[in-house]
């Protein structure tokens, strides 16, 4: 297992990935990760939220 900071991180809208709907694009330490949300609402509020906090990735999913 891995851990990854978002501190210098990039999230965005995945809108050239067109398999899944709500989409998010997190690019960090080299890596990218797609990561879908519920619904748009929930896209938008990922993007703010990973703008301002630092996470790993373990602790997204134990929000989700």
Same mark, same amino acid.
């Given at each position: =297992?891995? @851990? $990854?900071?978002? #501190?210098?991180?990039?999230?965005?809208?995945? @809108? *050239? $990935?067109?398999?899944?709907?709500?989409?998010?694009?997190?690019?960090?330490?080299?890596?990218?990760?797609?990561? #879908?949300?519920? *619904?748009?609402?929930? =896209?938008?509020? %990922?993007?703010?939220?990973?703008?301002?906090?630092?996470?790993? =990735? *373990?602790? %997204?999913? *134990?929000?989700?």
């Amino acid at each position: =297992v891995r @851990s $990854y900071t978002l #501190q210098h991180a990039e999230s965005g809208l995945a @809108s *050239d $990935y067109v398999k899944r709907k709500n989409v998010i694009r997190v690019r960090m330490e080299g890596e990218q990760f797609l990561l #879908q949300a519920r *619904d748009v609402p929930g =896209v938008i509020e %990922w993007i703010e939220v990973s703008g301002v906090v630092v996470w790993s =990735v *373990d602790a %997204w999913w *134990d929000v989700c």
